[in-house]
């Protein structure tokens, strides 16, 4: 089953949304991770400047002032650390490198003089952020002095943590809100689509006869078409039927009359009108039949079958044929009333023919929508069931009728999809079974 208009919207919008601020977020992290990393930096830069502006030169050697110019330095386990390279070779470390165990890594030639070095460090206990500065020390000494200052990266981390927990928290609930906000403008913007589609149904089960008249300005083209298109199929349906109940009138009432006039004189010209007379039934049958409906009256086919039945009771009262009715309480069927009035009433006039005693009629709604017609007359040979639905074929040439009673009914089940086969029944007699499919024809 294919995805309707609102699941597509709905689906579409959150697959873009949803990359959209995953790519966002993603790109918001970076941009706070690379911040954090140059606020890092920049703290580790202003500790070098002033470790350099606290050095004194005592008799051609290089020491810092006794008041080192950031407290943490003096302190353990404070996080900051710092030591001076001269030459490449370790000359001093702060308190706090020294009492926290603070090993540098070697700074030979890392950068040229000038030149700030900022990098990572990962250890096994703590990763920290390491800044490198050479200078050329031309007072006093003529050596290279290499600045060193590090800190730990928990701290950095920490921020980066909890940023990143309030961004995708943040993206999460704004998404959330977003779906609730968009479900409900989806829903509410396709609300005339569904309130059309329910009115169609109401149409298709016969509970109303055309569409609402306002609509918004997007397919109220559509409604209107549609309308004019119900309305427009009604009405060459009633006048088609009235035509051909016309033609039907006019042809068959001259054939009655010259019928009548020639008596029993001339057999053959009799044979002939009795030909026309059932070619023109037979084919104005055919031409009158509507078939399964898009839109239509929703009726009982047990209130059919009951007054065919009735009917056929009475016709046949010097026979006394009993009839046996299995069939659900409720049978509704979606088509035109006046087609299976035609099919059940010849199945069932043939029945009531050929019968010795019993009519059967019953319903199979496991798989399908089933009928079944079975009497206990002599029934139909094998290699005659196919030829009594061909038109003007009969088994008893003696019995009245046209002989074109099945041929009908099995062009009308064909018309609305289902099918008719011929068999023997339990009681020896024939059985006739009308199959249709129940999700295009009933609804139940």
């Known amino acids: ?18 990359t959209f601020l995953f790519m966002a977020g993603a790109v918001l992290d970076r941009s706070f991770q690379d911040s954090v990393n140059e606020g890092a930096r920049e703290q580790l830069r202003l500790v070098i400047f002033s470790l350099m502006g606290s050095i004194e030169e005592v008799e051609s050697d290089i020491k810092f002032s006794k008041e080192l110019p950031e407290p943490r330095l003096s302190r353990p386990d404070s996080g900051l650390y710092a030591a001076l ?17 603070v090993i540098f890594p070697p700074m030979g030639g890392t950068s040229a003089p000038g030149d700030f070095n900022f990098f990572l460090l990962e250890q096994e206990k703590l990763n920290r952020f390491y800044l490198s500065y050479t200078v050329i020390w031309e007072e006093g000494i003529d050596s290279l ?44 913007s396709l609300y005339p689509l569904r309130i059309m589609a329910t009115e169609v149904k109401a149409m298709e089960q016969g509970k109303r006869e055309s569409l609402s008249l306002n609509w918004p300005a997007e397919i109220q083209g559509l409604a209107d078409n549609l309308r004019l298109f119900i309305s427009h199929e009604k009405t060459n349906k009633i006048r088609y039927r009235k035509a051909m109940e016309d033609l ?3 042809l068959k009432t001259p054939l009655s009359v010259i019928r009548n006039d020639l008596g029993t004189n001339s057999q053959l010209m009799l044979q002939q009108i009795d030909q026309m007379q059932n070619s023109i039934s037979y084919q104005l049958s055919k031409a009158s039949a ?11 086919l047990n209130a059919v079958l009951d007054r065919l039945l009735n009917a056929l009771q009475i016709a046949y009262s010097h026979r006394s044929i009993a009839v046996i009715r299995d069939l659900p309480k409720e049978l509704l069927v979606r088509a035109d009333e006046g087609d299976f009035m035609e ?25 399908s929508f089933e009928i079944l017609i079975e009497d206990d007359g002599p029934g139909i040979p094998l290699h005659m069931r196919n030829a009594v639905i061909r038109r003007g074929s009969r088994v ?5 009728g046209e002989g074109i009673g099945l041929s009908i009914v099995s ?28 999700f295009a024809t009933f609804d139940r």
């Open 1 to 18: 089953m294919s995805l309707g208009i609102q699941n597509r919207l709905l689906i579409t919008t959150i697959i873009v949304l949803s």
């Open 85 to 101: 390279l001269i030459d490449g070779s370790e000359v001093w470390k702060s308190p706090s490198a020294i009492t926290t165990g």
């Open 145 to 188: 002095l290499t600045f060193v200052v590090s800190t730990d990266q928990a701290p950095f981390a920490a921020q980066v943590e909890a940023f990143r927990k309030n961004l995708y928290l943040g993206l999460g609930t704004v998404t959330l809100m977003f779906i609730l906000a968009l479900y409900v403008a989806v829903r509410w």
């Open 248 to 250: 039907a009138h006019s």
């Open 290 to 300: 509507i078939g399964p409906l898009v839109v239509g009256n929703v009726f009982d």
């Open 343 to 367: 099919i059940f009433g010849n199945v069932l006039d043939n029945g009531f023919k050929y019968t010795n005693s019993t009519i059967r009629v019953t319903a199979n709604l496991e798989n």
């Open 396 to 400: 008893d040439e003696m019995a009245p």
């Open 411 to 438: 062009e009308l089940v064909s018309l609305y999809g289902g099918d008719l086969s011929i068999s023997d029944s339990s009681t020896g007699g024939t059985l006739i079974k009308l199959c249709f499919p129940r």
